[in-house]
Every structure is written in structure tokens, then in C-alpha cells.
DNA sequence: GCAAAAGTGTTATGATTACACCCATGA
DNA sequence: TCATGGGTGTAATCATAACACTTTTGC
């Protein structure tokens, strides 16, 4: 029987919204992922999602949480979450090595230490992807949609305290649709996903209402509704 | 580095609905998953998920097709999908191993073959299950039922023609609530979900109008309407 | 006062559940 | 003709999207 050895590596596909500069003083929030650049072949200088190999004294989740510490600082990670596993035998070049990948995500405004062959980089334009990664930034992409929906996870991206137009360009971003932020808190509060803090923001330079501001009630992942759906407009 | 060897384990959840005998003249369908019983230890006695040992050169999913057609009949298979990695380092005593578990779906009227230590329970009222096995037999159910809502995945647990009547008890057993057969129709037939063939089945000994016939228009999982909701009544 | 941003009220839409009523068949 | 199961039509419910309008601030 044809019983060699087999590798077993975890991957992580880590997303934050964060603020990009488009115009002159224009800032738009966009889904982002964390990518390192090989250095070395196989793939030489293409981009690969952080993760290695697993130990035989540590399961899955602490095997992630063990190799982002390593590779970045990331103490700041909310979520972390086991998706798909990736099996083909021919994946990677070498010994053969069965891949868990993971969905992490880090608040918005939290900007952690990133070694120099790491950085952040758009959902919507990939650079040259080592292996198999980018359909795996694609699969964790759509469960992160999916799971905005109908469960609390929102708390993982967003600040402890924010404005509603805040979380709107949150979900807005990752959902990749607009959002009414109206009809956000509506929904956030029936489900009593956020709260009202009582306070308020202060408004900014070119004046406006000041924001009352809300937190997430729980900061531990839930399902809130199972069957909700937050739809795309049209 | 303390990288001993790994063993890495399939293990798949198969589910069918049946039906049972419950009165005298009265027979009920549910849900049941296929078990066999350990006949050595550890673990002894109790009921366990078929699968075993991935070998090096196989991906997960032909694993688990070998392993399923090794140890029952299941050319029958209509659906099989990978669901949750387990890989607490002590799930299972002697080596490390991990376990990758699947879901596999049986039409409803298929009837295979099964060697004497293996049998379908109920997965209402499952016997003594080994190691970790019961926690992923609930976990495979969680998915079915959500799939159930916004994807085809019913034409796996359908014969190829089938009564309205009879897809309700099958989407009813599996869902674990009553259905209305006249919604599901409506909501199916919408979604171009299922299809007339024209033809009609004959009525019973008892009367009654002849049902009309409806087969699944895509004999191939789909997603279908990612929005959608199958509610429980009340 | 005016522009800007936030928040409220209300309506529209769409999917799904609920249910009363009509239809076709066998004995 | 009656019981039995099948099917149609229609109303009720509910969640969400859409949008007009009011409120509060800075300049």
C-alpha cells in the first residue's frame, strides 16, 4: 500500500476593510487580504497566503494561530474560522501536502506590524497568486458574504465603537454592494446584534448631525438568524 | 520539532430518508445515516462512520468513494461533499490522525446491499457512537438542512420521478419539520428547481387523484437561489 | 442661513406560510 | 356517493429595500 508520507499545512485568508486614498481627499473603504511574496521558488516572487506546516501536537487552530504570530503580528486577529480543505495530491510541487485553510479577520482600524515581504492588498485585484490561493481568497471571500448575513460576525471587522455610516462602508466593502445604512441598523437592531452606547461622535470639519454611537452586543461569533439574507440592491 | 507522523482519516456521513414501520399499517419516513458497528476495540461495540486511512495517492474525495464502495454497496451515492476538518490532536487514541468528514446522500428508494456489521439509524435517536462521531453526524445534518433551502441538493435524496407527496415527506423527514407540499411545489417550481415529466402516477388502494409526476430538472448540485429560506411553520 | 451628515417614518416589494376550496379516482 | 388524496387560488405575514423628510451640527 502506497502509504508515504503526507504533509499537512494550514493557510489562512485574513481580510480587514481598510481605508484606500483614491483622489485628492477622497478615502474609500475596500476589502482587503494579507499576502506574503515568496522570495524563493517554487512560485518565486508571487503571493501566497500566510500559513505552514502542521505539528503533531497542535490542532488545527492553534497551528494558525501558532504560524500568523510568526509571520505577522496579528494578536489583534477577532475571528478565526476552519473552511475548506484542499486535497488534490498534485496541489503543491514536493511531498504530497493536503491544505485547511482558515478565514481570519482583523478590525478595521488596527493596523498590525507587517514584516517587509507582507502587505495588504485589495479582494477585487489580486496580484499573481502562488498555487492554488487564489480560489482559496475566493471561497473564503463567499462565506464571509454569506456569513454577514445571518450571523453576528460583523464584530470581527468593525471597530469596538462606531457610526452606522461606519459599519456601512464596512459591510458595504466586504459585501461588495452598497448598503443602506438606514436600513443596516434596522435590521442589526431587531436582531439585537448592536446596541446604542449612549453616545455620541463629534461631527466632522464640514459640519453635519454628530453620530450616535453603537457597539456589537456580543463579541463572540453567533448565529443571529438563520435565515436572513442581507440582498444586494436592484 | 516535534513532526512525528500524521495519519490523516475520511470519514463520511450518509444520510437517507427511509421509511419505517410504525403501526400496524402505518409507515413513517426519516432521515437515518448509515453506521457500522466496531467489532474489536477500542471502542468496541459502539457505532462508528465508515471511512478510513487517505492513502498518498488520492485526493479526499476519491478516498472517500473508495473506502465508502469498499466497505457497502454505494455506486448509489448521488451527492458527496466535503463538510469540517476534526483534528484535535487526541480525537482518537494511538497515532495522531486527522479527520476530514463528508456528506454523502442516498436516493430515497435505493435499497444497497449492506455487510452484516453495518445498518441505517435514525438520526433521531442514534446508538452509542464512537470517538467523536456523533458531533459530526449533527454537524453533516446542520448542512443538509441549510442546503436544502438554497440549493438543488434534494434531487440526491429523491427517486427520479416522484409525487409531490412524496418529495414533501422526503424534504419534511430531512428538515425535521412539516412541509406543505402546495408551497413546496410553488417555491421549487419557481426556481426551476423541479420539473413536470407529464405523466402521472396511478392512486392508491384507497382513491384519491392520480399525482402528477415531477422529476429534478439538474441531476448535478447546484445552488440556486442563494436568498433562499425553507422556514419551519409556525 | 446653508450645506452636510445622521436619523425617522413610511411605503413598496417579494418571498414564503397558511388555508379554504375545488378536482379526480376507487370502492 | 363518499372517502381519500391531489391540486389551485388567494390571503396573511414578514423581512428587507427604497426613499422622502426631519434633525442636528459647523461654518
Known amino acids: 500500500m502506497a502509504h508515504t508520507s503526507t504533509e499537512h499545512e494550514v493557510l489562512a485568508v485574513v481580510f480587514q476593510v481598510r481605508q484606500v486614498q483614491q483622489a485628492a481627499n477622497k478615502r474609500k473603504a475596500s476589502l482587503h487580504v494579507l499576502l506574503w511574496q515568496r522570495a524563493l ?12 506546516r502542521l505539528e503533531s501536537d497542535e490542532d488545527l487552530t492553534s497551528s494558525v494561530r501558532r504560524q500568523l504570530a510568526e509571520k505577522v503580528d496579528l494578536r489583534e486577529l477577532a475571528h478565526l474560522e476552519q473552511l475548506a480543505v484542499f486535497s488534490e495530491p498534485a496541489r503543491v510541487p514536493g511531498p504530497r501536502t493536503i491544505a485547511s485553510t482558515f478565514l481570519g479577520l482583523v478590525p478595521s482600524p488596527a493596523t498590525p506590524e507587517l514584516p517587509p515581504d507582507t502587505r495588504w492588498h485589495p479582494v477585487s485585484t489580486l496580484p499573481p497568486m502562488a498555487f492554488d490561493h487564489a480560489p482559496m481568497v475566493e471561497h473564503a471571500r463567499t462565506r464571509l458574504v454569506a456569513k454577514l448575513s445571518y450571523t453576528n460576525i460583523g464584530f470581527a471587522l468593525a471597530p469596538s465603537e462606531f457610526a452606522l455610516s461606519t459599519l456601512r462602508d464596512i459591510y ?3 459585501l461588495g454592494h452598497p448598503v443602506d445604512a438606514t436600513n443596516l441598523q434596522r435590521v442589526l437592531e431587531r436582531r439585537h446584534v448592536i446596541t446604542r452606547t449612549g453616545t455620541t ?18 463579541s463572540r461569533y453567533r448565529v443571529t438568524d438563520e435565515f436572513a439574507a442581507l440582498r444586494p440592491p436592484g
Chains 1, 2 share one sequence.
Not at 41 to 52: A, D, F, N, R, V
Not at 201 to 218: N, Q
Open 41 to 52: 521558488e517554487p512560485e518565486k516572487e508571487k503571493w501566497s497566503l500566510p500559513g505552514g
Open 172 to 174: 458595504s466593502s466586504a
Open 201 to 218: 461622535a463629534r461631527s466632522g470639519r464640514s459640519g453635519g448631525r454628530p453620530a450616535a454611537l453603537y457597539r456589537f452586543t456580543d
